[in-house]
């Protein structure tokens, strides 16, 4: 069974540094990974999406990067704004999943002016 | 505005009693999920929908039951709720294209079981 883990579970950083948030995974056989950004009260959204074939994706601030060989995501956040604060998820897509995800439990980041 | 709209955002059931959360959206997708989430523990599939008529279960289904009648519609139900079903629920649907899939979140149903 697939487990996807985040470390860490909570991150505060002052204005202006570089978030780095990671997620590892059991299971290499995986069609994609998405990171999402959730807001308190407020739906997911997404992020980026690295499909398997890929080893990372770039969004602005954000790049995320994946090795499957290692089961591991890492999503950078360049020069962090107190706006960047949020839970952010990273979430799976299996095979043959009928676009079925499987979730991290989130790192909660908290950005201080 | 186009999305996910989740109804009631929050509710407050003794134990035994039953529910519905309804899920709508205007997106025209065939796919629909309902997940719940705890702390520490992410999101977790309870329910999902590839298309009006169809359900399947998730990673977590017990205590649950959904239906699709129409295809804008994803439906949650508790028949006889527990406290062990205090959590977030979330809907999300999705469009397919030949790589992928995108997803839309509503904003989530908090609900407390006392």
């Known amino acids: 069974k697939q487990e996807v883990t985040q470390i860490p579970a909570a991150l505060s950083v002052p204005e202006g540094e570089n978030l780095v948030l990671n997620c590892s995974f059991t299971d290499s056989a995986i069609y994609n990974l998405q990171w999402f950004r959730q807001d308190p009260g407020k739906g997911l959204t997404s992020l980026l999406l690295i499909q398997s074939s890929q080893r990372e994706q770039t969004s602005g601030r954000l790049n995320a990067s994946l090795d499957k060989s290692s089961g591991r995501s890492t999503l950078y956040i360049a020069a962090s704004q107190p706006g960047d604060s949020a839970t952010y998820l990273c979430?799976?897509?299996?095979?043959?999943?009928?676009?079925?995800?499987?979730f991290g439990a989130g790192t909660q980041v908290v950005v201080t002016p | 505005n186009a999305g996910v709209t989740q109804t009631p955002k929050f509710r407050v059931l003794k134990t035994g009693q039953s529910m519905t959360l309804l899920c709508a959206q205007d997106m025209n997708h065939e796919y629909m999920y309902w997940y719940r989430q705890d702390p520490g523990m992410g999101l977790r599939l309870i329910h999902y929908?590839?298309?009006?008529?169809?359900?399947a279960k998730g990673e977590v289904p017990d205590g649950y039951n959904v239906s699709r009648l129409k295809k804008q519609n994803f439906l949650l139900g508790l028949e006889s709720a527990a406290p062990s079903q205090t959590s977030v629920y979330f809907c999300?649907?999705?469009?397919?294209?030949?790589?992928?899939?995108?997803?839309?979140f509503g904003s989530g149903t908090r609900l407390t079981v006392v």
């Open positions: 979430a799976l897509r299996q095979t043959d999943s009928w676009g079925k995800l499987q």
């Open positions: 929908s590839v298309g009006e008529g169809t359900t």
């Open positions: 999300a649907s999705s469009y397919r294209t030949l790589y992928n899939y995108g997803y839309t």
